[in-house]
């Protein structure tokens, strides 16, 4: 049964810097779907990132991009999630979900994908 478990989460001043990480449990990296998305206090649930194994083709939300980076490392099964220049707008809990594919692209929308983790906060305050 596949499992998702994220870490990395904390507390940082704006204009910082985290990264997380997703270990996938009971699946190859490269034949999922491995999106992150976040949810602020209040607000729905919204796509960050995603990204299928260490060689597909990465897809951001526009507003994101150039702050966050995805990447994958099939040798570990992990995907992280590099943040930087955080804002206090980007509080909120992250996760990650997975969903099986076939191809090297993906889509970063909540609906798509079938199995998540428990998630990590992210605060970001002074």
């Known amino acids: 049964q596949l499992q998702l478990v994220e870490s990395g989460g904390g507390l940082v001043e704006p204009g910082g810097s985290l990264t997380l990480s997703c270990a996938v449990f009971?699946?190859?990296?490269?034949?999922?779907?491995i999106g992150w998305f976040r949810q602020a206090p209040g607000k729905e649930r919204e796509g960050v990132s995603c990204?299928?194994?260490?060689?597909?083709?990465?897809t951001y939300d526009e507003a994101l991009k150039g702050r966050f980076t995805i990447s994958g490392d099939n040798a570990k099964n992990v995907v992280y999630l590099q943040m930087n220049n955080l804002e206090p707008e980007d509080t909120g809990v992250y996760y990650c979900?997975?969903?099986?594919?076939?191809?090297?692209?993906?889509?970063?929308?909540?609906?798509?994908?079938?199995?998540w983790g428990q998630g990590t906060q992210v605060t970001v305050s002074s």
């Open positions: 009971g699946a190859t990296l490269d034949q999922y779907s």
């Open positions: 990204v299928v194994g260490e060689r597909g083709r990465a």
């Open positions: 979900a997975a969903v099986r594919t076939v191809h090297p692209a993906c889509a970063v929308m909540k609906f798509f994908y079938d199995d």
